[in-house]
């Protein structure tokens, strides 16, 4: 079953309660989907460490049933 | 850890400095990410090797297992793992790609 904005939403504020997360669409298919998630817990860590939080956060969905999910994360300015 | 699908990656990156998990060939990319950070590759002439995660089930199920990365593409550089499309796009973007492959003595130019 695919999984709507508001699931992956609460999955990566689940693991990172702080995080502003903004989840988008792209194709309006429920399959490809970009997020931006701006968290103090990625202050000073490489950013493959960063996606590698997020990908926890979805629990082994990323890759399957989550087809495609553009990432940017950041800590906040 | 005894596994036959990891020590092949280990050689395959040591092998070759710029090495390329990808699905499909660089010539015929077989998905979109995979085709973006073949284009930048190219773009900065970059020299790479790649593997066809398609035709390889084991390297496919074992590169994600390897680098704790549940997606391909997967761009090593000196056996080093940088990221997937969106890191490689955005490192190619703000400039640090072309410092990294410069600083592991990578030779690159990007085309004019």
Known sequence: MAMG???????????????VVTVEDLAG?????????VSEQFRGIPR???????????????????HALALQTSAPD | MDNPVFDRIKTD???NPVMLYMKGTAQFPQCGFSARVVQILTHLSVPFNTVNVLEEPEIREGIKQFSNWPT?????????????????TEMFQSGE?????TEKGVPHQPKE
């Open chain 2, 13 to 15: 990156i040591a092998a």
């Open chain 1, 48 to 66: 493959v460490k960063q996606h590698q939080i997020v990908y926890a956060a979805l629990q082994g969905r990323m890759g399957g049933e989550l």
């Open chain 2, 97 to 101: 790609l072309q410092t990294l492959l």
């Open chain 1, 5 to 19: 904005i508001s699931d992956i939403e609460a999955l990566i504020k689940a693991a990172l309660p702080d995080a």
């Open chain 1, 29 to 37: 298919d429920g399959d490809h989907y970009a997020a931006t998630v």
């Open chain 2, 72 to 88: 391909v593409p997967q761009l090593y550089v000196k056996g080093e793992f940088v990221g997937g499309s969106d890191i490689v």
